[in-house]
């Protein structure tokens, strides 16, 4: 079968476990620069210690003696660059999409901000109290309150616990820890925890002479998180979200899964029931929000992680009576899944729209880094993008039915729901 990622790769690693990924795109003049750093939430293991991954997004564009916020913004201007970062709850993503012509400059100074950070006890408190400004701001919309009380019912000593912003009773405390903040750099911010991306219009032994040149000099560490297993759920269990202002109903519903895996069939299998069930194609979507209208949104979605997470059907309708009613179904399509075969054609339908829709990801050069850095964040490598779609070949309607029974299962299952307050 044809390669599902077009592009040949590079991929090399330095004597410091710095790993480089060059993909030439043919895609002139642009290059797309993605740094993961193997951190997120999951690894913030201490107690009373949540939210730092989120907050090295803020504290990392603070600067070094060599570049400072100044100079750094400057030297971006004239490259005409675009510049983002996020954070997940596996992983941290910096990225920048420039003119090829600017590659060698761009290295050189990300190689200084990774290598030689360097931030005030004034400067670390000020971005403490902006990250404090930005969950204040995010929990004033519903979903993001429900889903943080989804998480912390699901998950009792596992960091999943908590949303990648942090708890809210540690980001208070969060500007009087500016030594640990310095700790949590030390740890995590190594060559052997990061992998750099470079897309587009590059030749890879430049690219891989360049990178020794800047990146070759930074020390590796050996920090190895506890990160502790989650228990099983004792579940069936459900929460209810006070909201105190008018909104409309949200309700959630979620099942321990399996962590990431290229290697059974079970990720794979987990994706194609999303679609089939769950997506805006199903036979649900076109029932509760297309004919009744009883809801104006659901999804139903299996997100990869690094160890076991969740499976979470959203929906939200059109008032509170409805939301028994929606739960209902939402429960009934789960024992469809669990019992009715699916139709082999539509199965095999199903697995090339979801090819076409892979590929239509990397029509541009910053599409294809992106993707890429998904991907390398699960595995550290673009293999596991080939691996995972062989294991869709592989699936057969049967196997669809084993999978849903192995993980739909009452024990662990959460349900969520926001409301008005009475």
């Known amino acids: 079968m044809t390669k599902i990622f077009p592009f040949e790769y590079d991929q090399h690693d330095f004597p410091n476990q710095l790993r480089l990924i060059t993909a030439p795109t043919g895609y002139p003049h642009v290059v797309s620069l993605q740094i993961v750093v193997h951190v997120g939430s999951r690894n913030e293991v201490e107690e009373g210690k949540s939210g730092f991954a989120h907050l090295f997004e803020h504290m990392m564009f603070r600067g070094t003696a060599l570049y400072p916020p100044e100079r750094y913004e400057a030297v971006l ?107 949590f750099h030390r740890r995590y911010y190594r060559p052997e925890n990061t992998t750099l991306i470079v897309a587009g219009d590059v030749e890879p032994e430049e690219v891989r002479r360049l990178v020794a040149a800047s990146w070759g000099g930074w020390e590796s560490g050996n920090f190895v998180p506890a990160v502790p297993a989650a228990t099983p759920l004792s579940g069936p269990k459900e929460v209810v979200v006070e909201w105190p202002s008018e909104t409309l109903p949200l309700i959630q519903l979620a099942w321990r899964m399996p962590a990431y895996s290229d290697e059974t069939i079970d990720t794979a299998a987990l994706d194609l029931l999303s679609y089939l069930y769950f997506s805006q194609a199903s036979e649900l979507f076109e029932e509760l929000v297309l004919n009744e209208q009883s809801c104006d949104f659901v999804q139903g979605m299996y997100a990869d992680h690094l160890d076991p997470y969740l499976y979470v059907v959203t929906a939200r309708t059109q008032s509170v009576e409805l939301v028994e009613p ?97």
């Not at 992983?91 to 005030?120: G, K, P, Q």
């Open 77 to 183: 201007r004239k490259a005409g660059a675009s510049q983002n970062a996020s954070t997940d709850d596996d992983l941290t993503v910096y990225h920048t999409t420039f003119v090829s012509e600017d590659l060698a400059e761009i290295l050189a100074m990300e190689a200084d901000r990774f290598a030689n950070l360097d931030y005030s006890e004034d400067a670390f408190r000020t971005e403490a109290r902006a990250v404090l400004a930005e969950y204040n701001k995010d929990s004033a919309e519903p979903y993001t309150l429900l889903n943080e009380k989804l998480r912390e019912a699901c998950f009792e000593r596992h960091p999943y616990q908590h949303t990648t912003m942090g708890f809210l009773r540690d980001i208070e405390k969060m500007p009087e820890l500016y030594e640990f903040s310095k700790e």
């Open 326 to 422: 929606v739960k209902q179904r939402v429960m009934e399509t789960v024992e469809r899944m669990k019992t009715e075969p699916m139709d082999a054609t539509k199965l095999e339908t199903v697995k090339t729209h979801l090819r076409y829709a892979f590929a239509m990801r990397m029509e541009h050069t910053e599409g294809v880094a992106s993707l890429l850095a998904r991907y390398v964040g699960l595995r550290r490598t673009p293999e596991t993008i080939e691996r995972l779609f062989e294991q869709y070949q592989k699936i057969r309607p049967e196997d669809l039915l084993s999978v849903a029974n192995r993980y739909f299962v009452d024990s662990s299952r959460v349900v969520a729901v926001l409301r008005r307050a009475a």
